[in-house]
């Protein structure tokens, strides 16, 4: 089955600074890639997915990118703000079943 | 987006009771609804798929006799944790896939947080 890997596990930036979290993945054929935000006590928002006919996709502070070859994803939040504060998770599979990766703690310093 | 529901938000009972936790597609229909369980600083452990009208599909390790899934309808699937243990305790939550346009995506409940005493 699939294996997604997620790093970092926690990521402190300041206010204004940009933040990555990268995530790799096992199968080839998987071919869907969401992330998903998560506060505390809340389930997880999707922020934005990517399919694998697209190399990067972009929403306002939010890009994703896409290396199907080398088999990684990565999400890029710019600007941050207080309110991105928040633990991130990506995925990988079909559109009907994903595996998740172990999250990624993201605090941002105001 | 499309919103999923979830009822209770949390739940505490007693060793050995049985606990029903509902999930709902309130503005489309979901044929196949997922059940996972999210233990404390961990991430989403997929449980079992959720087939309206028929059989749900379980992962592996995880008991179907002790985990009941019914797909009752179209926007509405259960989950009954039956006899739970302490160990049962956890943050369980549901999604479904929902098309928008021509692109399928999926939503996720606010989860039920489940404290087996």
């Known amino acids: 089955g699939e294996n997604v890997e997620q790093h970092p596990s926690t990521l402190s930036v300041q206010e204004g600074d940009s933040a990555v979290i990268k995530c790799t993945y096992s199968?080839?054929?998987?071919?869907?890639f969401p992330w998903y935000k998560q506060e505390l006590g809340k389930g997880p928002q999707l922020i934005i997915d990517i399919r694998s006919n697209v190399g990067e996709k972009k929403d306002q502070r939010i890009a994703v990118t896409l290396n199907k070859t080398a088999k990684h994803f990565s999400l890029h939040i710019t600007e941050t703000q207080p309110e991105d504060s928040a633990v991130y998770f990506c995925?990988?599979?079909?559109?009907?079943?994903?595996?998740f990766g172990i999250g990624t703690k993201l605090q941002v310093i105001p | 987006g499309a919103v999923v529901s979830q009822h209770p938000s949390r739940v505490i009972c007693k060793s050995g009771t049985s606990v029903k936790i509902e999930c709902r597609s309130l503005d489309f229909q979901a044929t196949t609804m997922f059940w996972y369980r999210q233990f404390p600083k961990q991430s989403l452990m997929l449980m079992a798929t959720s087939n309206e009208g028929s059989k749900a599909t379980y992962e592996q390790g995880v008991e179907k006799d002790k985990f009941l899934i019914n797909h009752a309808s179209l926007t509405l699937s259960t989950l009954t944790v039956t006899s739970a243990h302490p160990e049962d305790s956890s943050f369980y939550i549901c999604?479904?896939?929902?098309?928008?346009?021509?692109?399928?995506?999926?939503?996720f409940g606010p989860g039920t947080r489940l404290l087996v005493l």
């Open positions: 199968d080839s054929a998987s071919n869907y």
């Open positions: 995925a990988a599979g079909g559109y009907q079943k994903v595996t």
């Open positions: 999604s479904a896939p929902s098309s928008r346009g021509s692109q399928e995506t999926q939503y």
